[in-house]
């Protein structure tokens, strides 16, 4: 009995070293995991530091360099590769571009889309907001020049750009009243979906929410660039082997998203952040302010002083004075209110009603006719730009207050309740209707184009050929370098040349003190192609010009967008019809900054848009992008792919 009891007890005192071998291993194994676990969250936190790092890099150089293109655009010995820790490296070595090897370092790259390469180069830089297309702002024109020019028009291609530029402008317009003929891109679309969901009818907050409008997929939006990198990468011409979809026809297809915005906007200040002068203030205060522009030169003070109270042309001997604009009603179907000046017409410039020098004496101009069968004109002028069909005013609601920056307007179509402004143009907070919020006699036209359907072009003035009766519009600061008309064949020549123009862009404006923000204006030193044919009124060859002369001319000449005529892109009537829409430099910049460690494959990846007020960077939008991977050449091994190495 005594042999059986030990011949049993062996077997259970090695199950039991067993249990604990598997136990111990166990343990092992879990700790070994959290290390690592632990070492991964490390290098992850390291990354992501880097990648802030990136962002407060770019945010103080644009302190000083904002306004100097050449110093963030593309720039990869300030950009690329830059170190911020190295395990035993000296701290001096932070924030160089120096190079160790076998040892840990954390570095950051600041790395966007090179829009005249997609293939092989990436750019090391930032993004400026205005070089792109303002979906909130960009007219029913420019929206479908700009749809057509990237989605194009095709016979393998079954998109409608018109389709999408109706959808796109119903979601963000106020009213409920479908804009296309086929009458499904407004809230009874969206209702009848299988997931429903209310159409927005207000601005767009992201991009991105372009994917809820009707018509716009991820491949309209993205094109074959989802992971947003601007190159070809090899799953992207691969056909239908892998995601995303693509034509495998060697040329990278970046969609929508890259040309478009939400966020820009420009200060209606000088290069020196100072207001700009108002060409249509009050003829005492014109003076005086002009006077510092032109100091000696009172030709020149005399002469814009009356321009801008006559306008560049002028009723001969015997006419009449001009009187103010009133509103002009719309034609039958249009459903658009003009504003203070109506949309199509050319009369001739003068103060606005009201003000000093609006007629002989200082008196008060007579008013125009009210058409007949209309009602009665409003005494404050509405907002100027273009409303839907349904926003035919019978009058305008509240006016924008301290506690409703942009008031109300009434809207036949709702029952007559405020309603939020829909397809117009930014208001100014300042609700008096002391001048027009747009350049005086500029062509906009009700259906958003020229000579488009709904709308009238310009008349009056010698190119209506009238004999020179009425005013060629003041379309902005470049318009003072024509003639002063002073009768029906006299004409004053401008003392002033096309080298004063960087000074006229910089220092005057058509724009009243009130618009303090003017956005959607096109960053001319940066836009991309695809953006500068938005504008409407430049051809391929001067487009190519642009795109050529702007990358060989000083942040000085960049300063203003006068370099277009001084340095023979366009020509000053061109250039007339466009410098509105046209700004030269950045306020709000987008940020893709990858933080990654050369030891590791792990890349943090953070896309931050900063807005600079006066020398501080605000971050108005920040953003995590590591899941779509860091696409980019920015290890070491991958230095040819930086131009010139």
């Known amino acids: 009995m005594a042999r059986r009891a030990r011949a049993v007890i062996l077997p259970v005192v090695l199950f039991v070293l067993l249990l604990l071998g598997l136990l111990g291993a166990m343990f092992s194994f879990r700790i070994h995991a959290d290390v690592s676990a632990t070492r991964v969250m490390g290098d992850r936190l390291q990354t992501r530091l880097a990648a802030e790092a990136g962002v407060e890099a770019v945010k103080l150089l644009l302190r000083t360099a904002r306004f100097d293109r050449t110093q963030w655009y593309n720039n990869p010995v300030a950009f690329h590769r830059i170190l911020v820790w190295a395990y035993g490296a000296d701290r001096s070595t932070a924030g160089t571009n120096e190079e160790f090897k076998d040892t840990k370092a954390f570095r950051f790259s600041i790395v966007a889309d090179d829009p005249t390469d997609d293939e092989r180069y990436i750019r090391f830089g930032i993004t400026d907001e205005a070089s792109k297309l303002n979906l909130n702002t960009a007219t029913d024109s420019q929206l479908l020049k700009f749809v057509e020019t990237v989605v194009g028009q095709g016979e393998d291609n079954d998109l409608n750009p018109r389709a999408i530029v109706d959808a796109i402008i119903d979601w963000r317009d106020a009213d409920s009243k479908p804009t296309g003929e086929a009458g499904d891109t407004e809230e009874a679309y969206y209702r009848a979906l299988d997931k429903p969901y209310r159409v927005k009818n207000g601005p767009f907050s992201t991009v991105e929410e372009l994917l809820l409008v009707k018509g716009i997929t991820g491949q309209v939006l993205f094109g074959e660039d989802f992971d947003r990198n601007g190159l070809l990468t090899p799953n992207e011409d691969d056909g239908d082997k892998s995601f995303p979809p693509d034509n495998q026809d060697g040329i990278l297809n970046r969609g929508l998203f890259p040309y478009l915005t939400v966020m820009s906007y420009d200060n209606n200040t000088s290069n020196d952040n100072r207001p700009r002068v108002f060409l249509f203030s009050d003829e005492a205060t014109l003076k005086k302010e002009l006077e510092p522009v032109f100091p000696d030169e009172p030709d020149i003070v005399n002469f814009i002083v009356a321009v ?316 995590d992008l590591s899941y779509l991977g860091g696409s980019y050449p920015i290890r070491e091994e991958d230095k040819e792919q930086v131009r010139g190495r």
């Open 308 to 623: 801008t109270r006559t306008g560049p042309g002028v009723p001969g001997p015997g006419g009449k004075p001009p009187g103010p604009q009133q509103p002009k009603q719309p034609k039958t179907g249009t459903g658009v209110t003009p504003g203070p000046q109506e949309p199509g017409a050319n009369p001739p410039v003068q103060p606005p009603p009201g003000t000093p020098g609006g007629g002989k004496g200082g008196k008060k101009p007579p008013t125009a006719p009210v058409p007949s069968g209309g009602p009665t004109p409003p005494k404050i002028p509405p907002p100027v730009g273009k409303q839907t069909n349904s926003m035919k005013q019978k009058n305008l609601g509240s006016p924008p207050s301290p506690g409703n920056p942009r008031g109300s307007v009434v809207d036949e179509g709702k029952g007559g309740k405020p309603q939020p402004p829909g397809r117009t143009d930014p208001v100014p907070s300042d609700p008096t209707p002391a001048a027009p919020t747009t350049p005086v006699g500029s062509e906009v036209v009700p259906g958003g184009e020229e000579g488009g359907e709904g709308g009238e072009k310009p008349t009056g003035g010698a190119e209506s050929g009238d004999g020179g009766t009425a005013a060629t519009p003041i379309r902005s600061p470049a318009s003072l370098l024509r003639p002063r008309k002073v009768g029906t064949a006299q004409e004053e020549p401008s003392p002033l040349t096309v080298d004063r123009l960087p000074l006229l862009m910089d220092q005057l404006s058509t724009r009243r003190p009130a618009e303090r923000r003017i956005p959607g204006l096109i960053n001319v030193n940066t836009a991309p192609r695809q953006v500068l044919e938005c504008l409407g009124e430049l051809n391929g060859e001067q487009i190519q010009s642009i795109l050529a002369l702007r990358e060989t001319l000083d942040a000085e000449t960049l300063s203003t967008p006068a370099w277009l005529v001084t340095a023979g892109a366009v020509d000053v009537e061109t250039f007339d019809k466009i410098a509105t829409n046209l700004t030269s430099r950045g306020q709000q910049f987008s940020i893709e900054s990858l933080g990654y460690g050369d030891h590791i494959g792990m890349v943090t990846r953070l896309q931050v848009v900063v807005d600079m007020v006066g020398p501080i960077a605000q971050t108005i939008y920040y953003r």
